[in-house]
């Protein structure tokens, strides 16, 4: 059994180990090297039907899962590109903290680095006239997942003029 886990872990990821019994079926398990194996009685035809429809629903269901985490993967990896890239000021916040911020967002803030920026709240960058409606959107935002939030409000750089921007939540 082990032998078969581990190359079945190693070529073939979206597989499944099934044993086959005349008439015990045991609860599926799965190994320490992340391998299902279920256990399926073969004595009655229709539940062997039953057992083998839910094994390639199952599988099926493995391998999607797998293809997603993969685009959702590239797709991090592209969104990061271009944000990395944009001449478009940008910046990740959450919980008043910045996340991560393009150069483009670094110079307009007047930010040296993006370690500054981690250690600048946004609260810092709004003025105090503004707080009010920006920092209870943004905090709403961290909660619930709906679509962005967008709002038109006064930012004021570290050193610099005051100016208007629309910000995203």
Known sequence: GRI???????????????R????????PMRTRQGID?????????????????????YTDLKQNFRHAKHLLGLAELRSQWLMDHSQEALAYIANGQHLH???????LMGLNSLEDAHAT?????????????????AQQAAIITRPSHRLVTTLRPLHGQQFRAEVRF
Not at 4 to 18: A, E, F, G, N, R
Not at 20 to 27: G, I, L
Not at 37 to 57: G, R, W
């Open 4 to 18: 078969l886990t581990k190359i079945l872990q190693h070529y073939s990821p979206d597989s499944v180990l099934v």
């Open 20 to 27: 086959v019994s005349d008439n015990q079926w045991h609860k």
């Open 37 to 57: 194996v279920f256990t399926i009685a073969t004595q009655n035809p229709s539940i062997l039907q039953s057992q083998i429809d839910f094994l390639l629903y």
């Open 101 to 107: 911020t393009n150069p483009a967002y670094l110079a």
């Open 121 to 137: 709240q946004l609260s810092n960058l709004v003025p105090h006239d503004q707080q009010a409606l920006v920092l209870p959107l």
